[in-house]
């Protein structure tokens, strides 16, 4: 079945880049997400990227996509507090599969 | 345009009762989705559904839960005879369709059954 793996914790000092992994199953979803979520608050939509497509960049966001090894990678560039939150990794084929999420802690 | 309205926000049901949790999906989203995330953990599928139709359910429990998608009105899920472990927070997410590229997240409803 479907399944999406992602390491549990991540700590970084402010300013310097974050790179939250994942790994999927399901070669045939057409797209995979990124989502953020703060404590006690839903989630957000970070960004996405087309299983067709290599790198996807937004901001200080860069989405890294190998197919053929199903990893997938979101960098965080300069690193803010304001960006410690849980990151989930979600693949979708009819449904949305999440990971487990990656705690991110920004340490000043 | 209106996001995901989920209602209530909070929940306390004691052991035994029934919960009902309402998803409003944004207009002119015709499929809805429902995930369940317990404390500390990622979020899991339940069901899908579209219009008067289930989709998916593949993720429900097999007793007490249930889902609905009226052709008018919110979607609601349905947990009867609550029990601890029920304790959870519950996602709705809408789209239009099931090949659109991302789906809208309500901010949910965190259920504690006391």
């Known amino acids: 079945g479907e399944d999406v793996e ?11 880049s974050s790179v939250i992994n994942c790994t999927y199953t399901d070669s045939s ?8 979520q703060e404590p006690g608050a839903g989630l957000q939509l970070l960004t996405y990227i087309f299983s067709n497509m290599d790198m996807k960049q937004d901001q200080r966001l860069t989405v890294l996509l190998n197919k053929k090894d199903k990893h ?9 507090t304001g ?7 979600a693949e979708k084929g009819q449904n949305f599969v999440f ?6 802690s920004v340490l000043p | 345009n ?3 309205m989920q209602n209530p926000r909070h929940l306390v049901r004691r052991r035994g009762q029934e919960a009902r949790l309402r998803c409003s999906p944004m207009k002119g989203h015709s499929h809805v989705y429902w995930y369940r995330q317990l404390p500390e953990e990622g979020l899991k599928f339940m069901v899908y559904l579209q219009k008067e139709n289930i989709i998916d359910e593949s993720g429900m429990p097999k ?13 609601i899920l349905r947990i009867q005879q609550v029990v601890r472990g029920d304790s959870a927070a ?9 090949l659109n590229t991302e789906a809208f997240f309500g901010q949910g409803t965190r259920l504690t059954v006391v």
């Not at chain 2, 249930?66 to 919110?74: D, L, N, R, T």
Request: aromatic content about 16%; hydrophobic content about 30%.
């Open chain 2, 90 to 98: 519950y996602f709705c997410a809408s789209s239009p369709d099931s």
């Open chain 1, 72 to 80: 997938l990678s979101l960098r965080i560039a300069d690193t803010q």
């Open chain 2, 63 to 75: 007793e007490r839960f249930s889902a609905e998608f009226p052709k008018e009105g919110p979607s």
């Open chain 1, 99 to 104: 990971g487990p999420g990656t705690r991110l």
């Open chain 2, 2 to 4: 209106a996001g995901v």
């Open chain 1, 29 to 36: 979803s057409t797209y995979l997400y990124w989502y953020k």
């Open chain 1, 6 to 16: 992602q390491s549990l914790f991540l700590s970084v000092r402010e300013g310097d």
């Open chain 1, 83 to 89: 960006d410690s939150a849980i990151y989930f990794c």
